[in-house]
């Protein structure tokens, strides 16, 4: 009998738990990722402010409070961390289906940093096509 590895193991992992112990399923891929020009969450403290990037990783949460006037608060978690995405309402309206329903979220946009804390303003959304995750992201409204 052959042992499970690799993203197999994390997959699976993900499935029976909802984490592994094994590694991210963004890890697998990271190398076609790179070649794409998308940044790490670890790669983000060296972005100057205002400057364009692309993000991607796991949606772990989406926020869409009614104080915010329609733009949500998207949370993606990549191998190293999370990553804070603002789409605004009238980008969250043109790209509701995607926002909304991917697990895994390419996000181009604007890098913003205020202090410790940085966003990335998103203006650009794709659906990451990525190994089907038993997972479900946290919504609030």
Same mark, same amino acid.
């Given at each position: 009998?052959?042992?499970?590895?690799?993203?197999?193991?994390?997959?699976?992992?993900?499935?029976?738990?909802?984490?592994?112990?094994?590694?991210?399923?963004?890890?697998?891929?990271?190398?076609?990722?790179?070649?794409?020009?998308?940044?790490?969450?670890?790669?983000?403290?060296?972005?100057?402010?205002? +400057?364009?990037?692309? =993000?991607?990783?796991? $949606?772990?949460? &989406?926020? @869409?409070?009614?104080? #915010?006037?329609?733009?949500? *608060?998207?949370?993606?978690?990549?191998?190293?961390?999370?990553?804070?995405?603002?789409?605004?309402?009238?980008?969250?309206?043109?790209?509701?289906?995607?926002?909304?329903?991917?697990?895994?979220?390419?996000?181009?946009?604007?890098?913003? +940093?205020?202090?410790? =804390?940085?966003?990335? $303003?998103?203006? &650009?959304? @794709?659906?990451?096509? #990525?190994?089907?995750?038993? *997972?479900?992201?946290?919504?609030?409204?």
């Amino acid at each position: 009998m052959q042992e499970l590895e690799g993203d197999e193991l994390i997959f699976l992992d993900y499935l029976a738990t909802g984490i592994s112990v094994h590694g991210h399923p963004m890890e697998p891929l990271r190398q076609r990722l790179r070649a794409a020009g998308v940044s790490s969450s670890a790669e983000l403290g060296s972005v100057g402010n205002g +400057r364009p990037v692309i =993000v991607a990783g796991l $949606v772990i949460a &989406r926020q @869409h409070p009614e104080t #915010a006037k329609g733009t949500v *608060f998207v949370l993606l978690e990549d191998e190293w961390g999370f990553i804070n995405v603002i789409v605004p309402a009238r980008l969250y309206r043109e790209n509701h289906e995607t926002v909304k329903f991917s697990p895994f979220l390419v996000v181009e946009g604007k890098f913003e +940093r205020d202090g410790p =804390v940085m966003n990335v $303003v998103g203006r &650009r959304f @794709h659906r990451l096509a #990525a190994r089907e995750l038993a *997972f479900r992201s946290r919504d609030f409204r």
